[in-house]
């Protein structure tokens, strides 16, 4: 799962960057208004932390861009501005959650879990198709009740493929969402090839269903 962090206080946005990180995250970072601007236009993200007061403008213009977009990236807004104006202010402009700083980090990992889960798996802690369960909370995965070990790569595709059930989904797509912004650098998607080959291999050994389906030229689709 990928995370920007708009926060222009480096000390807050690392500490916020480290926890999340263990506990799985991609994040990606922006520090001003354009930064941030440029980042939400160009790439998605499950979640999106906001802060309202950042160098170059005002964090609410970056979610009024989502929302004209029709982007469906989740959003959190973090700021000082604890008041009931700028509450109802952000969560009328489209924002998921308002957290005011400061706060604690299990705290704001446990909304951004909650804001996944409503926005990508129907508000379920667990997913289930048929035979194959996903735990969301302990990130197991069980096949007709076994076990299926799978590395967080596979994991995090396996999410994605079902977050984004019966569409097609571009190996260009599937390389950000694994390596996030980096992604643009790579000459190739070898790397998403190796991560699907090996989550399908490791499925089908289980006997699930063959739901994820490979549309040649193109790139992967989850039916279901």
């Known amino acids: 799962m990928k995370i920007l962090i708009i926060e222009d206080e480096p000390g807050l946005a690392e500490s916020i960057g480290a926890y999340l990180a263990a506990q799985d995250y991609l994040c990606e970072y922006a520090t001003t208004w354009a930064q941030a601007r440029e980042k939400v236009e160009m790439y998605r993200y499950d979640c999106i932390l906001l802060d309202l007061m950042l160098p170059g403008g ?3 213009d970056i979610l009024e861009t989502l929302k004209k977009q029709g982007q469906q990236d989740g959003v959190i807004i973090i700021s000082a501005k604890g008041d009931y104006e700028n509450k109802i202010r952000g969560l009328h402009a489209g924002a998921d959650d308002y957290l ?11 909304r951004i879990y909650s804001v996944i889960r409503r926005r990508n798996f129907g508000n379920h802690n667990h997913v289930v198709q048929n035979e194959l369960k996903v735990d969301l909370l302990s990130k197991t995965v069980t096949v007709h009740g076994s076990l299926i070990v799978l590395t967080k790569k596979e994991l995090d595709l396996l999410l994605f493929f079902i977050g984004n059930k019966n569409r097609v989904i571009a190996k260009s797509a599937l390389a950000e969402h694994l390596s996030g912004d980096i992604a643009d650098m790579f000459d190739n998607h070898d790397f998403v090839y ?4 090996n989550l399908k291999k490791k499925l089908s050994e289980a006997g699930y269903g063959n739901y994820l389906k490979t549309i040649y030229g193109t790139g992967y689709k989850w039916e279901g």
């Open 58 to 60: 005002d964090g609410i």
């Open 194 to 197: 190796a991560h699907v080959k």
């Open 100 to 110: 005011v700083k400061p706060f604690h980090l299990p705290e704001l990992a446990a």
